[in-house]
């Protein structure tokens, strides 16, 4: 352990959350300062560059008060880190992994960098567990695996927070109670009331004792906001790799993330590429996205659900755009289905899980899962583009067989996606064949005669 | 004694250090008490400019750095075939190994190997001859050859039996009289591209068991193709079914920047399937090179060329290799990064100005070639691009283009639909693919050329047809259009659909896809003539042979291909039917 260093009259430039000290001594990129004010109050902060002879220090609570005169910076030699031990369920957290609900602090057993280290390829399992959310869409068409990292891709005003509540609420194991679940919810940027709306949700079903909540607001400062899903993911890999637990991860918003990394790389002077975020904004979102998974003789798992609402619901805007390029898919919502009173409004067509394939069929659920869904997609999407004919040459202009895609696509979204209270996969595939029964059975060419027989039975027209 | 220089500025994975001692461009150096590897990518006066290969954090100013002598290299030797590797060829260790930290990988432990030496003292060599092979446990036996630079007279080599792979095993006196030694594991240069005696022509195909590749857009063995496609269109699950059913004797798998849980799939899935040309597993010949998108990122840069000097490792023990790399855009982006961390003058969207030139010499590398020892090998490489929300148009996806021949361009509406592979068959292309008749003429189907430029006019037809349609109403179309349009339908649910999950399907023989593809090819004939004899089209269009050709991948293997024959069987009988039929209500 390097011993504490203490610098003093070293401030040369404070600018918004950056503090540029005249570099007097050794410290390594990353590690761990406090700065005391003339106010006397001690703020955390981390170093996050270093050239010849500037040290710049991102501090991670407000800057106003700080001086240049007086501001004391300690070094602590080492990077940030979370003490954590057992008994964080059920506890409440600022953005820097301080208790703030006024109980105990945390007994800490240990302590861990706040950065993780990156999992070796080779030591992952290949997550299997189908988990049961309860909804439809996701768990017949888009299912969710344990150790997955499936974000929501929503718009402003759109329901995702509920949907986010719901799936922490009755998220399960198939034929399991539920076994040592866990859930870590990361408030990024986030309202006062959004938090509440959450705390209360989870309060409701009786979830609030396995949670761990970290609540960085939107008043809180932006490089604070960078650190908090990093401290949310500590504690998370703690619960899942240290007490074996199966922990869901809630982050949301990421687009609050990327912005404050975007204030703060242009307040660095960075070189920016698309939309002004900087140019590494793939290797830092992945450096989170990548903290999910199972390692292989491990009990526990992590999984992510992160939330982000698409900058003018525009899904090739980098956040999304990036997002999507690292995470296991998307789910992604609908403005148009929300008008319509549709709930939980997703849009099937572009949502996508790509572990489905590995958690569903065979053993894992049943064995015409993937049919199903194949199918139900290939017959939902050639519904949509019978719409967009109907729009233009009348739903008149089209053919018989056309108008039977039509009915189709209605009742697909009014039946399958739309749902009142959580479903069972048996009660959603159900609904799935029910929906195929009536289409005619010669084009259902993603289902076996078997299949069809079986499950469609007499009822093919 | 090497040159040694102090760290005076840290950002992110690059520094710039004061030196003492010279420093040559591309040298390999060391850097701190951790021993972090890097490399020197510029020389400003006393000041070398370093990218570090691991992770900087904890790294301060003062810190020493100590040079090498020699450039960036990687190990290549016997041992990697069934490896896995980080993205400067050093092991990622077993299961135990959880994490990856930053100078815990050293150059992977001696091993050894069954040695039978193929020539014997006072043999002349030349460089790059086959001198020996070796061989572990069950595994088919590896080539050893002379350092491409080495040749003379060989005054020594071992004995037949078990040796480590990093003992000298052979003894050479050069023309000049100079006496080298060499291992079977020896280092390369990792930037430097390998010899060879000459490049040959492509006259093949890779055969990569999928059909709308193979029979409409086929790469060519020592070729090079590419698969761009936004996220979500399944570049991913394409390139690993290329790798699992292609014809090359070695596949060489680059997961650049990209999913921890896709390298665990692939870690999950290789080890239990089964070559079937030797009925060994799958992962006896196939090298896995994994940098993660948390890894670090100046590995990422480096991983492809690592990849490629891995390839042309094989290559030149005569054997044809398969890179897939997944995704050059990840690579193109850690470019960037440590390009924008120097300060460098950004190009187009920001990517460095020799973004270009980098693209060309990495896909220069492929090719089909006479190798030194006079044998003939091939580097296929196919990349995979993943265009910044879909657009074609920006600079990755656009350079890459200029240096393939084979272009598959993933289609976002075939996704969402589930439609697999989502290879979009009117914006895709093959520039070669005239090469290959000859070729397809020795797997029985001579009809291939005329065959594949009556679907893609097929497919032509139908983005007419349908744009027209979304005018007027299907129903407003002549007959004749409303049978090219379902015709066009079967052509891609029959042929351009497959299953990359599908046990019966993930791989079509050659002869399983002439077959499919005159099957079609004999429906549009029959049908036409049926509503030429004045059939009705909804009688056409609800036959039960439809639906069994719509479905004959699936239902159909490679080896039952007598069930074909059943099936355009009962496809004459049923059109046969038709007519007595149509002609007997019309009578």
Redesign the interface.
């Known amino acids: 352990m390097h011993p504490l260093l203490l610098v003093e009259h070293a401030a040369q430039k404070l600018d918004g959350p950056l503090l540029f000290l005249k570099?007097t001594l050794?410290?390594?990129?990353?590690?761990a300062v406090e700065i005391r004010g003339v106010d006397g109050r001690a703020r955390l902060g981390r170093i996050a560059?270093?050239?010849?002879d500037t040290l710049t220090i991102e501090v991670l609570e407000s800057t106003a008060g700080l001086d240049l005169e007086h501001s004391v910076v300690r070094f602590r030699g080492?990077?940030l880190s979370f003490q954590l031990g057992p008994g964080i369920l059920g506890r409440i957290f600022n953005g820097v992994g301080q208790v703030i609900d006024g109980g105990p602090p945390i007994a800490a057993q240990g302590h861990y960098p706040i950065?993780g280290?990156?999992?070796?390829?080779?030591?992952?399992?290949?997550?299997r567990d189908f988990i049961e959310t309860g909804i439809s869409a996701i768990d017949v068409l888009n299912s969710l695996v344990r150790?997955?990292k499936l974000p929501i891709f929503s718009g402003g005003g759109l329901p995702h927070d509920r949907l986010a509540s719901e799936i922490a609420s009755h998220a399960r194991l198939r034929g399991d109670s539920g076994g040592d679940f866990a859930i870590v919810f990361c408030g990024i940027g986030l309202p006062f009331d959004s938090a509440e709306h959450f705390r209360s949700a989870l309060q409701a079903s009786g979830a609030l004792e396995r949670t761990a909540l970290f609540l960085n607001l939107a008043s809180d400062s932006s490089t604070q906001r960078l650190l908090t899903p990093r401290y949310a993911l500590t504690a998370a890999e703690y619960l899942a790799f240290v007490e074996g637990k199966h922990v869901l991860v809630i982050l949301t918003d990421m687009t609050n993330y990327c912005e404050a990394l975007r204030e703060v790389s242009s307040s660095k002077g960075?070189?920016?590429?698309?939309k002004g975020f900087p140019?590494?904004l793939?290797?830092d979102l992945?450096?989170l996205?990548?903290?999910?998974?199972c390692?292989?003789?491990q009990p526990g798992t992590l999984t992510q659900l992160s939330i982000l609402t698409m900058p003018a619901d525009d899904?090739?805007?980098?956040i999304p755009?990036?997002t999507?390029?690292?995470t296991?898919?998307?789910i992604v919502l609908s403005r148009e289905l929300n008008r319509r009173g549709l709930a939980p409004p997703i849009a099937v067509?572009?949502s996508?899980s790509?572990?489905a394939?590995?958690g569903t069929g065979g053993s894992y659920t049943h064995p015409d899962h993937?049919a199903l869904?194949?199918q139900l997609?290939?017959s939902y999407?050639?519904a949509v583009q019978t719409r967009?004919?109907a729009s233009?040459?009348g739903e008149e202009?089209?053919?018989e067989s056309?108008r039977r895609y039509l009915v189709f696509g209605e009742a697909f979204e009014s039946q399958l996606v739309h749902q009142i209270g959580p479903r069972s996969l048996e009660q959603s595939m159900a609904v799935g064949w029910r929906l195929l029964a009536s289409l005619p059975w010669?084009e259902l060419?993603r289902l076996?005669d078997r299949q069809i027989a079986e499950h469609l039975g007499s009822a093919a027209p | 004694m090497s040159a040694r220089a102090w760290v005076?500025?840290?950002?992110?994975p690059v520094l710039r250090a004061r030196c003492e001692g010279a420093f040559a461009l591309r040298e390999s150096v060391s850097v701190g008490e951790r021993s972090l590897l890097g490399e020197v990518v510029r020389i400003e006066g006393s000041e070398i400019l370093v990218q570090v290969y691991e992770d900087?954090?904890?790294?301060?100013?003062?810190v020493e750095v100590r040079g090498s002598g020699l450039p960036l290299a990687i190990t290549l030797g016997p041992g990697l075939l069934g490896g896995?590797f980080d993205g400067l060829l050093r092991p990622?260790?077993?299961?135990?190994?959880?994490?990856?930290?930053a100078g815990s990988q050293p150059v992977g432990a001696p091993a050894l190997f069954e040695f039978r030496p193929r020539l014997a003292v006072g043999a002349q060599i030349v460089g790059g001859q086959v001198v020996a092979e070796a061989r572990r446990g069950e595994a088919p036996a590896q080539r050893i050859l002379s350092p491409p630079d080495c040749a003379g007279e060989i005054l020594e080599i071992a004995a037949a039996g078990q040796h480590a792979d990093d003992a000298i095993i052979c003894r050479v006196r050069a023309l000049d009289g100079r006496e080298h030694g060499f291992a079977m594991r020896q280092g390369w240069p990792v930037r430097t591209p390998r010899p060879v005696r000459r490049r040959l022509p492509t006259n093949a195909p890779l055969v990569t068991g999928q059909r709308i590749i193979d029979s409409l857009f086929p790469v060519a063995l020592g070729g090079k193709a590419a698969i761009p496609g936004?996220?979500?269109t399944g570049k991913?699950v394409l390139l690993e079914a290329l790798a699992r059913g292609c014809s090359a004797d070695v596949i060489i798998y680059l997961?650049c920047?990209e999913?921890?849980?896709e390298?665990?799939?692939v870690?999950?899935e290789f080890p239990t399937l089964i070559d079937p040309r030797n009925g060994r597993p799958m992962m006896e010949r196939t090298v896995i090179i994994?940098n993660?998108?948390?890894?670090p990122?100046a590995a990422r840069e480096a991983s492809i060329y690592s990849a490629v000097t891995v390839a042309e490792h094989f290559r030149d023990q005569g054997l044809h290799v398969a890179l897939m790399a997944d995704s050059t855009s990840?690579w193109a982006?850690a470019l960037?990064?440590v390009s924008?961390r120097f300060?460098e003058l950004?190009g187009e969207?920001?990517y460095p100005a020799y973004l270009a030139s980098r693209l060309a010499d990495f896909y220069e590398r492929a090719g089909l070639v006479e190798t030194l020892g006079g044998e003939t090998g091939s580097v296929t490489l196919i990349g995979a691009v993943?265009p910044?929300?879909?657009?074609f148009s920006e600079p990755v996806t656009n350079h890459t283009k200029r240096y393939v021949k084979a272009f598959w361009v993933l289609d976002v509406?075939r996704?969402?639909?589930?439609?697999y592979p989502a290879i979009h068959p009117l914006n895709s292309y093959s520039e070669n693919a005239q090469d290959f008749v000859a070729w397809w003429a020795t797997q029985g189907n001579d009809a291939w050329w005329s065959l594949r430029r009556r679907f893609l006019s097929l497919l032509e037809e139908q983005a007419r047809l349908q744009r027209m349609?979304?005018?007027?109403?299907?129903?407003?179309l002549p007959p004749r259009q409303q049978l090219t349009l379902l015709n066009a339908d079967l052509l891609n649910?029959a042929i351009l659909r497959q299953s990359a999950?599908s046990p019966v399907d993930r791989i079509a023989a050659p002869a399983k896809q002439a077959a499919m593809m005159r099957l079609v090819a004999r429906w549009m004939d029959l049908a036409l003539e049926s509503l030429d004899a004045g059939v009705d089209l909804g009688a056409i269009s609800?036959l039960?042979c439809?639906?069994s050709l719509?479905?004959m991948g699936?239902?159909i293997g490679n080896e039952d291909m007598p069930k074909f024959d059943a099936l355009l069987a009962r496809m004459e009988t049923e059109f046969a039917a038709l007519g007595a039929t149509g002609s007997s209500s019309a009578s």
């Open positions: 570099r050794d410290v390594g990129l990353g590690d560059a270093i050239d010849q080492e990077p950065d280290l990156p999992m070796n390829p080779v030591a992952r399992a290949l997550p150790g997955q960075e070189i920016p590429a698309r140019g590494y793939y290797s992945a450096s996205y990548e903290r999910a998974g390692l292989r003789g899904i090739g805007h980098p755009d990036l999507g390029f690292i296991e898919g998307q067509l572009p996508l790509r572990l394939k590995d993937p869904a194949s997609y290939a999407a050639r967009v004919l233009v040459v202009g089209l053919a056309d010669h060419t076996s | 005076q500025w840290i950002a992110g900087t954090s904890g790294l301060r100013p003062g896995m990622l260790g077993g299961v135990d190994v959880t994490h990856v930290r936004g996220f979500g991913t997961g920047g999913r921890g849980n390298i665990a799939g870690l999950e994994a993660t998108s948390n890894m990122v990840r982006e960037r990064e924008g300060g950004p969207g920001g993943s910044p929300s879909g657009d509406n996704a969402h639909a589930r439609f349609a979304r005018i007027i109403g299907k129903d407003a649910e999950f609800t039960p439809l639906r719509a479905r699936e239902e």
